[in-house]
T-cell receptor, first 109, second 113 residues
């Protein structure tokens, strides 16, 4: 079975500090990993996916198959980064996303 | 409107009743998925439709059923509602079956009393 774990339900950092949102997964095959973000009163939207290896809004995430992790990082947090973040896994050949429980990130001024 | 739209936004039903939720896919998208998001949880996959056929199903009982129409809009039907069905129901559309992220709607908040 596939499983995504986000160990922190809440994370609070100061503006300008580095931020790391943890995501660990359990899956025996080759997954596709995603990060989705939900800003206040907005819909869930794709932030980035591991296959594109891009940086969006200063965020990056590297897939570590050895540690089965896909942590989301940003070197300098901004107040507008405050949001709910969900890590998602798409099993190979499957038509679904398996989400973690989410982490609520709060950036303090 | 080019995004994913869902209706209604809020709904209150009584246990045992039936409910139909609706979703209009983003223009150009031919695949639609439905997710259930209970309070404090991440979204859980219910099922997906591609070209009007069910194309994958999560761990939900048969009383959860769906339809996709030729214009790629979709319905989620839930029969014999239970209190635990209270949740936010999200619709997500995409163009291809693989490799793309999904565009989510704002959801329908269903409360079963």
């Amino acid at each position: 079975a596939q499983r995504v774990t986000q160990p922190e339900k809440l994370l609070s950092v100061f503006k300008g500090a580095p931020v790391e949102l943890k995501c660990n997964y359990s899956y025996s095959g080759s997954p596709e990993l995603f990060w989705y973000v939900q800003y206040s009163r907005q819909r869930l939207q794709l932030l980035l996916r591991h296959i594109s290896r891009e940086s969006i809004k200063g965020f990056t995430a590297d897939l570590n198959k050895g540690e089965t992790s896909f942590h989301l990082k940003k070197p300098f947090a901004q107040e507008e980064d405050s949001a709910m973040y969900y890590c998602g896994l798409k099993p190979q050949g499957a038509q679904k996303l398996v989400f973690g429980q989410g982490t609520r990130l709060t950036i303090n001024p | 409107e080019t995004g994913v739209t869902q209706s209604p936004t809020h709904l209150i039903k009584t246990r045992g009743q039936q409910v139909t939720l609706r979703c209009s896919s983003q223009s150009g998208h031919n695949t639609v998925s439905w997710y259930q998001q209970a309070l404090g949880q991440g979204p859980q996959f219910i099922f997906q439709y591609y070209r009007e056929e069910e194309n994958g199903r999560g761990n939900f009982p048969p009383r959860f059923s769906g339809l996709q129409f030729p214009n790629y809009s979709s319905e989620l039907n839930v029969n014999a509602l239970e209190l635990d069905d209270s949740a936010l129901y999200l619709c997500a559309s995409s163009y291809t079956l693989d490799r793309d992220g999904y565009t989510f709607g704002s959801g329908t908040r269903l409360t079963v009393v």
